[in-house]
T-cell receptor, first 112, second 113 residues
């Protein structure tokens, strides 16, 4: 158990809908990262927050947004969902800005 | 542009033998590397790391070697066990002021009993 929690574990929705994925980092970790893993693909970095502020953006679509709250949990919002958004979404946390990241179990999103 | 590359998508090894997983990088500003292990339907688990000030780091059956001049690192697993069967990712968590972590595409290791 990495100490990072993600909810929900599974999510099935329809095209055009909007969903919110939630992540709680390890106690004491200030950094939260979001990744997408599509079938047979590696981990695609989406976005990084540190202590409530956005620090880096990767290949994140404009339909996706994220935030980190004062209690350090983070939410990833996916809107106008398309079939191609079906993937595993992982959250990771680390103590500092460039430290070892610890991953949650992931949220499997299926868009029908 | 893939700054961290794992050119072997899969590797098959006999139990008890050595597994060698390779990783190449292009950005000379990377100064810290990580290996993660991932089982299906689970999140990646941190395995071992190495700083650019070292050329080797060992943890039990796992050893990571770093060749800075060749921009190459490798993960050695000795002896390999069936429970080591997983996907292994090489990663550079940050590079010279940029906090964009970069992961390789992963190598799927299968250890046969």
């Amino acid at each position: 158990d990495s100490g990072v929690t993600q909810t929900p574990k599974h999510l099935i929705t329809a095209t055009g809908q909007r969903v919110t994925l939630r992540c709680s980092p390890r106690s004491g970790d200030l950094s939260v990262y979001w990744y997408q893993q599509s079938l047979d693909q590696g981990l695609q970095f989406l976005i990084h927050y540190y202590n409530g502020e956005e620090r880096a953006k990767g290949n994140i679509l404009e339909r996706f947004s994220a935030q980190q709250f004062p209690d350090l949990h983070s939410e990833l919002n996916l809107s106008s969902l398309e079939l191609g958004d079906s993937a595993l979404y992982f959250c990771a946390s680390s103590v500092d800005l460039s430290d070892t990241q610890y991953f949650g179990p992931g949220t499997r999103l299926t868009v029908l | 542009d893939q700054q961290v590359k794992q050119n072997s998508p899969s590797l098959s090894v006999q139990e008890g033998r050595i597994s060698i997983l390779n990783c190449d990088y292009t950005n000379s500003m990377f100064d810290y590397f990580l290996w993660y292990k991932k089982y299906p339907a689970e999140g990646p688990t941190f395995l071992i790391s190495i700083s650019s000030i070292k050329d080797k780091n060992e943890d039990g059956r796992f050893t990571v070697f770093l060749n800075k001049s060749a921009k190459h690192l490798s993960l050695h697993i000795v002896p390999s066990q069936p429970g080591d069967s997983a996907v292994y990712f090489c990663a550079a968590p940050a590079s010279g002021g940029s906090y964009i972590p970069t992961f390789g595409r992963g190598t799927s290791l299968i250890v046969h009993p």
